[in-house]
């Protein structure tokens, strides 16, 4: 199983941005699949996920409103769509697949088995 995360890079606060996530050896709509965060000297935080249906997203606060998530099944690829970026949304970005597709949608880290290599996202002010 490989998840293979891009799109990410420099953006003024205010812009936007879309994350993409490859699967290869899962199929994407067999899963869970989320997005998660990492900023320099915090804890990995749980930003948004989609069930395996596609009928069901879950975001944090802190993103919704601004971020979407979506999918493509026959590209085997989900994606993260970042708008009105912030500073405070600068982080690694990893996207994760949660083998439980039909459970509820976990903020946790910890419910989630595969991951990928994660994007750098950084926001200037």
């Known amino acids: 199983v490989q998840l293979q995360a891009s799109g990410g890079g420099l953006v003024q606060a205010g812009g936007s941005l879309r994350l993409s996530c490859v699967a290869s050896?899962?199929?994407?709509?067999?899963?869970?699949m989320g997005w998660f965060r990492q900023a320099p000297g915090k804890e990995r935080e749980f930003v948004g996920a989609?069930?395996?249906?596609?009928?069901?997203?879950s975001y944090a606060d802190s993103v919704k409103g601004r971020f979407t998530i979506s999918r493509d099944n026959a590209k085997n690829t989900n994606y993260l769509q970042m708008n009105s970026l912030k500073p405070e949304d600068t982080a690694v970005y990893y996207c994760?697949?949660?083998?439980?597709?039909?459970?509820?949608?976990?903020?946790?880290?910890?419910?989630?088995?595969?991951w990928g290599q994660g994007t750098q996202v950084t926001v200037s002010s």
């Open positions: 989609i069930a395996g249906s596609g009928d069901r997203t």
């Open positions: 994760a697949a949660d083998r439980q597709a039909f459970s509820s949608i976990q903020t946790s880290r910890l419910f989630y088995d595969y």
């Open positions: 050896g899962l199929t994407v709509s067999r899963f869970i």
